[in-house]
């Protein structure tokens, strides 16, 4: 069963399972602020979801590389859409700051 590292704590789910849906079950949400209220519900076209992973996940989708694509997100950033990401193994999640948690920079 993977384990994901997020923000100090250790959420276990099942492997395939959505990122954003047990991000979300843990009350961890992958959204910054208003974002958490103002998304597309998990269809990889808001981009809000956005966050940083290291670890085995599911590779892009053409809509979760056309989101990236497209501003403020940049596909060379590596950043991921957690709802369009799924869970393959021990995970290690950051959100960064930025209303699409798009400052990877920082
Ligand atoms: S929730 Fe909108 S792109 Fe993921």
Same mark, same amino acid.
């Given at each position: 069963?993977? $384990?994901?590292? %997020?923000?100090?704590?250790?959420?276990?789910? =099942?492997?395939? !399972?959505?990122? @954003?849906?047990? *991000?979300?079950?843990?009350?961890?949400?992958?959204?910054?602020?208003?974002?958490?209220?103002?998304?597309?519900?998990?269809?990889?076209?808001?981009? $809000?979801?956005? %966050?940083?992973?290291?670890?085995?996940?599911? =590779?892009?989708? !053409?809509?979760? @590389?056309?989101? *990236?694509?497209?501003?403020?997100?940049?596909?060379?950033?590596?950043?991921?859409?957690?709802?369009?990401?799924?869970?393959?193994?021990?995970?290690?999640?950051?959100?960064?700051?930025?209303?699409?948690?798009?400052?990877?920079?920082?």
């Amino acid at each position: 069963m993977p $384990t994901i590292d %997020v923000r100090g704590r250790k959420i276990d789910c =099942e492997e395939g !399972a959505v990122l @954003r849906d047990v *991000l979300l079950a843990a009350n961890e949400s992958p959204h910054n602020g208003r974002a958490d209220l103002f998304n597309c519900r998990g269809h990889g076209t808001c981009g $809000t979801c956005a %966050v940083e992973i290291d670890g085995p996940v599911s =590779e892009t989708s !053409a809509q979760e @590389r056309r989101r *990236l694509s497209f501003p403020p997100h940049d596909l060379d950033s590596g950043l991921r859409l957690a709802c369009q990401t799924r869970v393959e193994g021990d995970l290690v999640v950051k959100k960064h700051p930025g209303f699409w948690g798009q400052h990877a920079e920082e």
